[in-house]
């Protein structure tokens, strides 16, 4: 994955991430469950963050660090090879991580998809926009949490880089599998236009 530049006057929000049967709720209605499991690593570094272990350092060459800026970019870049892998599955989208307005606002634009986001830096210094879809429940962010005391020296240190073996392993910890045929196709996509992604790219099929 890439470095994302963490700006000191953005902190994470105190109580981590969120409880997952919370911040899906808009005000105006509930979004459906989520037809695509598509995690990108740029977007999912939070995961990482808040579960890894002591002791557990990268050594790995498969790291990938070819560009020091953050993996939003990489969402929109990806997006045209991610509908041709997906096709009319990919109708809905939920991106977990720094600048999901952003994410968000770009993928509401498309008019067909729908999309969600959870922002876990506070949104204090933010434009119309993210204010409009923070209003309207599209994008959520933890809130002011109170972490517990084991939990705290987590925060406020960077995010450690993970090889793709790393995440493998994590992913099969947790239950999750790659999901092979969109995965296959959007390798030929991505051949096909020598498109060579900045950020790991995983495709994920959730337990049932």
Known sequence: MSRRSVNPSRRVADGGLPSFGGPFHPKSRSPPVLTIALVVLG???LIAYFNSSPGVTVTSKETVTRSEGSC???V????PYLKKAYGNAMQK???????SCTVVSNLLKEGKVEAWGVEPYDLEDTDSTCKRLV???FVRNPGQQKAKVSELP????PAKL??????TRYFVQTGLTENEGPLKKFEEATSQN????????FHLSSPR
């Open 93 to 99: 989208v939920l991106h977990v991580g720094p600048d």
């Open 135 to 137: 209003r309207k429940g």
């Open 162 to 167: 993970r090889s793709s073996s790393w995440w």
């Open 154 to 157: 987590k925060f406020g240190r």
């Open 43 to 45: 977007v999912i570094f």
């Open 72 to 74: 939003t970019s990489e």
């Open 194 to 201: 020598k498109y060579q992604p900045d950020c790991q790219i």
């Open 76 to 79: 929109m870049r990806a997006l």
